[in-house]
């Protein structure tokens, strides 16, 4: 059974910091894209990262650029997402994904996790 759950979020001050995970179970994390997506009430879905453990390449959205880090550790089967400089404009709920195959990006995705909220305070 394929299972993707995320862990990690939290309420964090402004400015502040917070690394999600998201463990993969089921299939083999470097065969898949990995994507990290948010969602905040009331607005679309956004892509915020999209991660090919096989290559290294990752694509960041334009409001996460410099500021959010992805990452994997395939033998642990997890891909994290550090988050620094925390905006208001962050809060939301965080979710991975998981495309096949790894070259397919990730504007679709096969799996989804349960997501953990992120909140983002003054």
């Known amino acids: 059974e394929v299972q993707l759950v995320e862990s990690g979020g939290g309420l964090v001050q402004a400015g502040g910091s917070l690394r999600l995970s998201c463990v993969a179970s089921?299939?083999?994390?470097?065969?898949?894209?990995i994507g990290w997506f948010r969602q905040a009430p009331g607005k679309e879905r956004e892509e915020v990262a999209c991660?090919?453990?096989?290559?290294?390449?990752?694509y960041y959205g334009d409001s996460v650029k410099g500021r959010f880090t992805g990452s994997s550790d395939n033998a642990k089967n997890t891909v994290y997402l550090q988050m620094n400089s925390l905006k208001l404009e962050d809060t939301a709920v965080y979710y991975c994904?998981?495309?096949?195959?790894?070259?397919?990006?990730?504007?679709?995705?096969?799996?989804w996790g349960q997501g953990t909220q992120v909140t983002v305070s003054s």
């Open positions: 089921g299939f083999t994390l470097d065969d898949y894209a």
């Open positions: 994904a998981a495309r096949y195959p790894w070259t397919a990006g990730c504007n679709f995705a096969d799996y």
């Open positions: 991660i090919s453990t096989k290559d290294g390449n990752i």
